[in-house]
């Protein structure tokens, strides 16, 4: 099991303890698969939101943003999983200013758990 020490504080509130029990039960043979599985599944689903909202397509808003909400979840990115279920909500309800003013924090909050995934695929001395 990964050192949580080593890894960076997401911003926002971060559930340590479910990113490591994920790791955990991913195994050793299997941890590092699941942590570049989901660096790609989260920068799949940051480029398709980033079209649905580039095109106002509600439709791709609720489908990456429940895509969102199931990955963030699963890691402990609270504050994100929470932003995911808002832009969800609002994309259902076709209110599309309220998703754009959620697109920087939601941005910030992406980087900093790709940031954490990439750095425990880094951190050399883990014995995955």
Same mark, same amino acid.
């Given at each position: 099991?990964?050192?949580?020490?080593?890894?960076?504080?997401?911003?926002?509130?971060? $559930?340590?303890?479910?990113?490591?029990?994920? %790791?955990? *039960?991913?195994?050793?043979?299997?941890?590092?698969? *699941?942590?570049?599985?989901?660096?790609?599944?989260?920068?799949?689903?940051?480029?398709?939101?980033?079209?649905?909202?580039?095109? =106002?397509?509600?439709?791709?808003?609720?489908?990456?943003?429940?895509?969102?909400?199931? *990955?963030?979840?699963?890691?402990?990115?609270?504050? *994100?999983?929470?932003?995911?279920?808002?832009?969800?909500?609002?994309?259902?309800?076709?209110?599309?200013?309220?998703?754009?003013?959620?697109?920087?924090? %939601?941005?910030?909050?992406?980087?900093? #758990? #790709? =940031?954490?995934?990439?750095?425990?695929?880094?951190?050399? $001395? %883990?014995?995955?």
């Amino acid at each position: 099991m990964p050192d949580s020490a080593r890894f960076p504080i997401l911003p926002g509130r971060f $559930d340590d303890s479910r990113f490591r029990r994920l %790791i955990e *039960l991913a195994g050793p043979s299997m941890a590092a698969a *699941l942590l570049r599985q989901l660096d790609e599944d989260l920068g799949t689903c940051r480029r398709r939101f980033a079209a649905a909202l580039t095109t =106002s397509d509600f439709g791709g808003l609720r489908f990456s943003s429940h895509d969102l909400i199931a *990955l963030a979840g699963s890691c402990g990115a609270e504050t *994100l999983h929470d932003l995911a279920k808002s832009v969800n909500a609002c994309a259902h309800s076709r209110l599309l200013s309220p998703i754009l003013t959620m697109h920087d924090e %939601i941005e910030a909050e992406l980087d900093a #758990l #790709l =940031s954490v995934i990439r750095t425990s695929l880094d951190v050399e $001395d %883990i014995k995955w």
